[in-house]
């Protein structure tokens, strides 16, 4: 029995000492893998630290880059609006230096003809005198009606301008017995030389001129002046250079433009815009009537001269009374300086409307010698045709109503 007691304690004493050694092992490796954790985690914190400082010099490199980035940026675009600036600079010059050697035609210039070989040489001779330096902008062309050789071959000896020849050998049947045939040619005429101006040559707009006709110095520059209002002011039809009344007793003022209801026609611009309109319904005569129509000019305008910019030297039928003593303008005048705003729709009326009323009234039967009398504009009003007849017949105007 002492024995298996003795037994018993010997082996809790050996179960003891071993559980005591696991013990001291366990603690041991605790203490290792303790020591390891630490530094671990004092590895894990100095990596962390290093981290954070590794980011911190990112973010203030990344900073720096992005400011310089920035900055370029900006450099970039002050220097790209400097080369735009540059760029238009040196087209804008460019342009010029281009415009200055290729003029853009402002309109051609077509001289009617038909059987006056000297009639013809007179108006080419006239109009090169002042068309010469201007040439570009206003090439000349000859519109030949017929077959006349001294007519053609005259047209042929100059090489400024172009020839141009309409035949035409259709039988002409008037509208009523007795009518002059000339009238229906001439409508014919007409239509095939704008046409072929407007159509073949593709010009913007044409200057018509007939085969007696003279221009002033400033023919061109009137014209070229009036161009840009006949593009921008649609209730304008055309440009005349010619006034019916424009005899040297009643004009003064070489700069007075005046917008008018009837067509003066005499060397007159047209715009190929208003020529796509009337083309098609072209009268078969009487062009010129059929213009001052109210159903043809719907209420548009048309642009005139107090003085004239162009003669017609032919002996007509009211040559002696009405055009011998018409004058034209015989000096150059700076026409691109001119401010002619006033003749848009807008504002003429208002315009005219104040030149009448300050013009002073005058009345009666003497009415001819009062207007000589007085050193300003005059008004006079009529009642009615007769009497506007009776006074024109007193001033040596024209008599038409309709002018």
């Given at each position: 029995m002492a024995n298996a007691v003795c037994d018993y304690r010997f082996l809790l004493l050996v179960a003891a000492v071993a559980f005591i050694y696991i013990q001291v092992r366990l603690f041991?490796?605790?203490?290792?893998?303790?020591?390891?954790?630490?530094?671990?985690?004092?590895?894990?914190?100095?990596?962390?630290?290093?981290?954070?400082?590794?980011?911190?010099?990112?973010?203030?490199?990344?900073?720096?880059?992005?400011?310089?980035?920035?900055?370029?940026?900006?450099?970039?675009?002050?220097?790209?609006?400097?080369?735009?600036?540059?760029?238009?600079?040196?087209?804008?010059?460019?342009?010029?230096?281009?415009?200055?050697?290729?003029?853009?035609?402002?309109?051609?210039?077509?001289?009617?003809?038909?059987?006056?070989?000297?009639?013809?040489?007179?108006t080419i001779k006239s109009i090169l005198k002042y068309q010469s330096s201007v040439a570009l902008?206003?090439?000349?062309?000859?519109?030949?009606?017929?077959?006349?050789?001294?007519?053609?071959?005259?047209?042929?000896?100059?090489?400024?301008?172009?020839?141009?020849?309409?035949?035409?050998?259709?039988?002409?049947?008037?509208?009523?017995?007795?009518?002059?045939?000339?009238y229906y040619k001439i409508a014919r005429h007409y239509k095939w030389a704008l046409d072929e101006l407007f159509y073949k040559h593709n010009c913007s707009r044409v200057i018509i001129l007939e085969d007696d006709m003279e221009i002033s110095p400033d023919f061109f520059d009137y014209f070229e002046a009036t161009a840009a209002l006949l593009d921008k002011d649609k209730s304008i039809m055309a440009v005349s250079s010619w006034n019916d009344n424009g005899q040297k007793q009643f004009v003064h003022d070489p700069y007075a433009l005046y917008r008018s209801d009837f067509f003066p026609g005499l060397g007159w611009m047209l715009a190929r815009s208003t020529w796509d309109e009337l083309s098609p319904k072209w009268p078969s005569a009487y062009w010129d009537d059929w213009l001052r129509l109210k159903e043809n000019h719907k209420g548009r305008q048309f642009i005139r001269p107090e003085v004239c910019r162009a003669y017609g030297s032919s002996m007509g039928q009211f040559f002696k009374?009405?055009?011998?003593?018409?004058?034209?303008?015989?000096?150059?005048?700076?026409?691109?300086?001119?401010?002619?705003?006033?003749?848009?729709?807008?504002?003429?009326?208002?315009?005219?409307?104040?030149?009448?009323?300050?013009?002073?009234?005058?009345?009666?039967?003497?009415?001819?010698?009062?207007?000589?009398?007085?050193?300003?504009?005059?008004?006079?009003?009529?009642?009615?045709?007769p009497d506007f007849e009776r006074i024109a017949r007193q001033f040596g105007i024209f008599e038409e109503w309709k002018v």
């Open positions: 041991a490796t605790q203490s290792e893998y303790a020591d390891r954790l630490a530094a671990v985690v004092e590895s894990e914190s100095d990596c962390t630290s290093q981290m954070r400082s590794l980011i911190d010099q990112i973010s203030m490199q990344q900073g720096r880059i992005t400011a310089t980035i920035s900055e370029e940026r900006k450099r970039q675009e002050q220097e790209c609006g400097q080369l735009k600036v540059l760029v238009k600079e040196l087209e804008r010059k460019g342009l010029q230096e281009f415009t200055d050697k290729v003029q853009v035609p402002v309109a051609a210039v077509v001289i009617m003809a038909c059987n006056r070989a000297d009639y013809l040489e007179r902008k206003f090439p000349l062309f000859v519109s030949q009606d017929g077959s006349a050789p001294d007519v053609k071959s005259k047209a042929l000896s100059y090489d400024q301008l172009t020839y141009m020849q309409h035949l035409d050998y259709k039988p002409v049947q008037t509208v009523r017995h007795g009518e002059l045939v000339a009374n009405y055009l011998e003593p018409i004058e034209m303008n015989d000096a150059q005048f700076d026409w691109k300086s001119m401010d002619l705003s006033y003749l848009k729709e807008d504002k003429f009326m208002k315009h005219f409307a104040h030149t009448v009323k300050n013009a002073k009234p005058i009345q009666g039967i003497d009415v001819v010698l009062k207007a000589y009398n007085i050193d300003s504009d005059v008004r006079i009003q009529y009642r009615d045709q």
